[in-house]
């Protein structure tokens, strides 16, 4: 019985050495990817928006002009059919 739990303690060892092991040589690869990454294509600066005209005075809100009102009918027949299920 002993010659058993020691076989089992050796082989859980092994198996927790292979997992940590290959842990750490995820953790180290994917920071190497990611710094060569960022090194060679780097993220783009972000671009500033124009911003828009102002309104004239009979004009109603931006938001509420800037939306297609086939669109806002679309967003809210979706509401409502995801709230009446």
């Given at each position: 019985m002993n010659?058993?739990?020691s076989d089992g303690f050796g082989l859980m060892l092994l198996g927790m050495g292979?997992?940590?092991t290959f842990?750490?040589?995820l953790i180290v690869?994917?920071?190497?990817m990611s710094k060569l990454i960022n090194r060679y294509f780097p993220e783009a600066a972000p671009?500033?928006?124009k911003t828009m005209a102002a309104p004239s005075a009979g004009a109603t809100s931006?938001?509420?002009?800037a939306t297609d009102p086939k669109i806002a009918a679309a967003i809210t027949a979706a509401i409502h059919q995801h709230?009446?299920?």
């Amino acid at each position: 019985m002993n010659n058993l739990m020691s076989d089992g303690f050796g082989l859980m060892l092994l198996g927790m050495g292979f997992v940590f092991t290959f842990l750490c040589l995820l953790i180290v690869s994917t920071t190497y990817m990611s710094k060569l990454i960022n090194r060679y294509f780097p993220e783009a600066a972000p671009v500033a928006k124009k911003t828009m005209a102002a309104p004239s005075a009979g004009a109603t809100s931006t938001s509420a002009s800037a939306t297609d009102p086939k669109i806002a009918a679309a967003i809210t027949a979706a509401i409502h059919q995801h709230r009446n299920r």
